[in-house]
């Protein structure tokens, strides 16, 4: 039985009432760090003030940069920094929740011309980055986003779909295409490190999975960035999540635990001991996804589940620098095994047995010291692995499994980082690196061959080789309204010698306190999936070889123009061109064929491929935001973008990814309510898509008759477009402030009016006919959290 949106909402009017408790004025503390924007050392002397506090509740630095305030209301807070020859800060909209303290780094930024009177006011900006050399097509999102967006489930990947330009692969998943690229060109990166695809269920050579391994307990404000990068990013086409780990707590314990359909968390942070500033956090969660298939939402017939685990241990010393220890791991699996009744049988496919295992985890260590009051050394080593299995058995007419092969796909990588940060003064500052990583794979991959009925082997490697990468990038503050970023980046691999120098360079020009006009133009490269390179094929003779061993790197150059409006402190205006030129694309080596590696969505393809692809991307994109201001934010976010590859033929076609246009419109209303309109908070968030439908290759029926599989036309390669994707979510939470914890509510209803989206068509060969794939139903994600 499916249960309806209205009983959700009679459920959730029911918890509403019972947690009508009377309302108490809660107070918590707010503490933290005020350091220099660049160099990162502490500013002794700063002042932080509540702004609207009756009696007047403010504070200064101390000699370290730490402050502490006590006795702030919850609720939304707002707070102003000054500190003599910077820009005066002003935070705004801070959540104050009676269940945990609210800790803070806040970064100020110097003025460029000395010994002047402060009067330039700097406000937090979501679409502002954390990375001072970023100018263009970057912007900052925080944890409460991924917690308050619909449809977001504290995932950042499912959270970017509201921002323009920005569009999800497959609603059972969180791949996402960033102007037309493939979701493999995306880069993760953690503490300034690039790390595995953090993702339960994701395949090899991919970028996004199931669900996101990461908990938002651990992570902090982060950068999200869809072109043109700095220099300090290398190995991405598309895009970088550029993520930041929360510290614990370290002068009070504190749990948070979270119970919902997707899993059950439990969350723990505090010191180490009294009087040392270390603190540790961890989170753990395990799988409760079983939940929603006994309520009756459709989430395939396969067992499902998970385990996760993230920690960040912050370690500091007195004289040796300060040390960090963090990590995350991820436990996955699906399995199916087919009904022994061929009459329940409503397609081909349902008389398969399948398992699949998706684990992944990374491990770092890294040690941050300030050299002097300008300049910081920042050292990371990283170990990490991944390891993807899947089997496959066909019943045949006795019911018996016929192996139709494996998937056998281990990687481990160890990676040093060491970067050099120095502030030379108020106009000039630097940034250098060096990042060597030791990749070990061992990969196999067998498949059945249905002539032959005999097993055989795709790929059967085990080796390793090593990526070098190195960057330095200069950012010059001309006056306080010119800044100017130029940079270095190079990437090579040493397994076939093939490299990419890439000069990088933006500048940003205000042209007055509330517009800026900014340009930005990079190269950038990435590896192949290592898998690819290992390919085997079968000259005429029958002999194999490996056509795929000198692929060089898929390159592209990003050109950006930007320009950003602030109509008010609180609505934002920005409109975004870009155009992506990419070449040294792999694509087929066969004539006939249309193969590009711009259109791979997961895997290692077995495909003869050389460097002789293009692609280009180019579109214009809009955003109009207002921060949240009256208890209400909205985001309208829309693009229109067209995509193309020219194939081994010469001929130009449509990506896989080519919807042309996409409209996404997220916003999000509190209401306090209750007795003093204090303690208890009703939120009512909405997130509605609209966007052109992904491309396919049409089937050709009867060439697919004759052989029993799928055979697409290639030669109309991504002609047909699926009708255009629309979707509504509505979340509705109710957060409750009691004298020590923090309890909220939640329901999250994702694709409201059960709209039918088409993923794609496939040939049933069990039916003779082509039938079509459909995006994820109605899902409805029910959760309760406490913080104490």
């Given amino acids: 039985m499916k249960l309806r949106p209205s009983l959700f909402l009679f459920i959730f009017l029911y918890l509403t009432n019972v947690l009508a408790l009377k309302s108490q004025s809660l107070t918590q503390t707010v503490r933290g760090t005020v350091v220099d924007q660049i160099s990162q050392s502490p500013l002794p002397g700063a002042n932080v003030i509540l702004l609207n506090s009756d009696p007047f509740n403010g504070t200064a630095t101390d000699m370290d940069g730490n402050f502490k305030l006590q006795n702030i209301p919850v609720g939304k807070q707002h707070f102003k920094i000054t500190f003599l020859g910077y820009k005066e800060f002003i935070l705004p909209n801070v959540t104050v929740t009676s269940g945990k303290e609210e800790v803070l780094t806040i970064s100020l930024e110097e003025n460029v011309i000395l010994g002047k009177e402060v009067t330039i006011t700097d406000k937090i900006e979501k679409n502002k980055p954390l990375n001072e050399y970023s100018a263009v097509s970057a912007r900052t999102f925080s944890v409460e986003e991924t917690q308050k967006y619909a449809a977001a489930v504290n995932d950042p990947a499912r959270m970017s779909t509201s921002y323009a330009g920005v569009v999800s692969t497959d609603d059972g998943n969180n791949a996402i295409t960033i102007r037309g690229n493939s979701p493999n060109g995306l880069l993760w990166r953690m503490e300034g490190v690039e790390i595995p695809n953090p993702n339960h269920f994701s395949n090899v050579g991919t970028a996004g999975g199931g669900i996101s391994i990461l908990s938002s307990q651990v992570l902090t404000n982060s950068d999200f960035m869809t072109g043109a990068f700095p220099a300090e990013y290398g190995n991405a086409l598309s895009g970088v999540f550029d993520l930041k780990l929360r510290r614990g707590n370290n002068q009070k314990s504190e749990q948070t635990i979270q119970v919902g359909f997707l899993g059950t968390d439990l969350a723990v942070e505090g010191p180490f001991k009294k009087g040392y500033d270390g603190s540790y956090l961890v989170n753990y969660r395990y799988s409760t996804l079983s939940i929603l298939g006994k309520l009756g939402v459709n989430i395939g017939t396969a067992t499902t589940n998970f385990q996760d685990l993230s920690y960040n241990f912050y370690l500091p010393t007195k004289k040796s620098g300060t040390f960090t220890l963090f990590g995350f791991g991820g436990l996955s699996s699906q399995f199916a095994d087919a009904d022994k009744d061929s009459t329940k049988w409503n397609s081909f496919y349902d008389k398969f047995n399948w398992d699949f295992t998706s684990n992944t985890g990374a491990a770092g260590l890294t040690h941050f010291i300030q050299l002097n009051n300008r300049t910081y050394l920042k050292t990371s080593l990283v170990a990490s692995g991944t390891g993807k299995t899947y089997s496959e058995e066909e019943l045949d007419t006795n019911y018996e499994g016929i192996p139709q092969g494996e998937l056998n796909y281990g990687e481990k990588k160890v990676a040093l980082n060491s970067i050099l940060t120095r502030k030379i003064n108020s106009r000039h500052s630097y940034k250098a690196g060096i990042i060597a990583t030791e990749i070990f794979y061992n990969l196999l991959n067998t498949e059945l061959v249905k002539e032959s009925g005999s097993i055989e082997t795709r790929i059967n490697e085990k080796g390793e080789t090593m990526t070098l990468q190195s960057f330095a990038q200069w950012n010059f503050r001309a006056s306080d309204n010119v800044t100017f970023n130029a940079g270095l980046h190079y990437l090579v691999l040493t397994y076939n010698k093939t490299f990419s120098l890439e000069p990088r360079a933006s500048i940003k020009i205000e042209l007055s306190p509330k ?237 409201v009016s059960n709209t039918k989206n088409i993923f794609g068509d496939y040939f049933d060969p069990l039916s003779g006919t082509t039938k079509t794939s459909y995006q994820a139903p109605l899902i409805p994600i029910l959760s309760y959290k406490m913080d104490f």
């Fill in 515 to 751: 517009q800026s006009i900014s340009l930005g133009y990079g190269l950038h490269s990435q590896l192949q999936p290592i898998g690819v390179y290992f390919a085997k094929n079968r000259n005429p003779d029958g002999s194999i070889f490996q056509p795929n061993k000198e692929l060089g790197l898929t390159k592209a150059n990003h050109y950006v123009l930007s320009y950003d409006h602030s109509l008010s402190d609180f609505l934002h205006f920005k409109l975004e061109t870009y155009y992506q030129q990419l070449f040294n694309v792999p694509v087929s080596m066969d004539p006939t064929s249309t193969f590009s590696i711009l259109n791979s969505e997961g895997g290692y393809t077995n495909e003869a491929l050389d460097n002789n692809g293009k692609g280009r991307n180019y579109g214009v994109e809009l955003t109009f935001e207002q921060f949240l201001h009256h208890d209400f934010y909205f985001l309208l976010s829309s693009s229109v973008f067209d995509s193309k590859y020219r194939a081994t033929n010469g001929n130009w076609y449509n990506t896989r990814f080519n919807g042309n246009f996409a409209t996404t419109f997220t916003a999000g209303k509190e209401i306090k309510t209750g007795p003093g309109f204090k303690n208890r908070i009703v939120g009512v968030n909405i997130k509605t898509i609209y966007a052109g439908g992904l491309r396919n290759t049409p089937i050709d029926l009867n060439e697919s008759k004759l052989q029993g599989e799928t055979v697409y036309q290639d030669d109309e390669a991504y002609s047909l477009k699926a009708k255009d994707y629309f979707r509504t979510d509505v979340k509705f939470s109710l957060r409750r402030n009691r004298p020590k914890s923090t309890v909220t509510w939640s329901i999250d209803i994702q694709n």
